[in-house]
T-cell receptor
Framework: AQSVTQLGSHVSVSEGALVLLRCNYS??????LFWYVQYPNQGLQLLLK??????LVKGINGFEAEFKKSETSFHLTKPSAHMSDAAEYFC????????????FGTGTRLTIIP | DGGITQSPKYLFRKEGQNVTLSCEQN?????MYWYRQDPGQGLRLIYY???????QKGDIAEGYSVSREKKESFPLTVTSAQKNPTAFYLC????????????FGNGTRLTVT
């Protein structure tokens, strides 16, 4: 079964600085990968998804992620952080075999320093 | 607007009482899911349903029950057998394909005292 690891439960960046949130997955074949964002007391909103069409995936709110098979990574980046980016971010993976379910990472809380 | 509606937003119950959380979707999605979210633990799957009148246990189904009598509705009952029911509960739906993302409701925060 696939799994996903998010390095860093808390990340702080200054407003205008680069945002980098890390996600590594374990899967024997390239899986489907997703990034979600959650604002306080709300549900999760899809930021972007990787489904093998292109390794660099662009999402909403200026975020993008690059699928690197050799590193089994799918890190989320944004060139310039905005105060409104403060939220919790979840990486999720679904494998390609049988009836595999979507597995979520434990999340990274992003704080933006003014 | 299409989406998923969870109600109520906040729910308070006494220990030993069963409580039912509502989830309705108008996205015409086949698959629906219930997740439980606790601080620092991410999302854990309770139950899911890929078609009407059928559902499967997720990773933490003990103490919970569901029904799927209509395509648009997937209520979750938290029974008195659930040892630690206080949590944030999220309902989601998807078109059902492997690459289909989940669409989430805004959650129900259940507090049991």
């Amino acid at each position: 079964a696939q799994s996903v690891t998010q390095l860093g439960s808390h990340v702080s960046v200054s407003e205008g600085a680069l945002v980098l949130l890390r996600c590594n997955y374990s899967s024997s074949v390239p899986p489907y990968l997703f990034w979600y964002v959650q604002y306080p007391n709300q549900g999760l909103q899809l930021l972007l998804k990787y489904t093998s069409a292109a390794t660099l995936v662009k999402g909403i709110n200026g975020f993008e992620a690059e699928f690197k098979k050799s590193e089994t990574s799918f890190h989320l980046t944004k060139p310039s952080a905005h105060m409104s980016d403060a939220a919790e971010y979840f990486c999720a993976v679904r494998g390609n075999f049988g009836n595999e379910k979507l597995t979520f990472g434990t999340g990274t809380r992003l704080t933006i320093i003014p | 607007d299409g989406g998923i509606t969870q109600s109520p937003k906040y729910l308070f119950r006494k220990e030993g009482q069963n409580v039912t959380l509502s989830c309705e979707q108008n996205l015409n999605h086949d698959a629906m899911y219930w997740y439980r979210q606790d601080p620092g633990q991410g999302l854990r799957l309770i139950y899911y349903s890929q078609i009407v009148n059928d559902f499967q246990k997720g990773d933490i189904a003990e103490g919970y029950s569901v029904s799927r009598e209509k395509k648009e509705s997937f209520p979750l009952t938290v029974t008195s057998a659930q040892k630690n029911p206080t949590a944030f509960y999220l309902c989601a739906s998807s078109e059902g394909g492997r690459g289909s993302p989940l669409h989430f409701g805004n959650g129900t925060r259940l507090t049991v005292t």
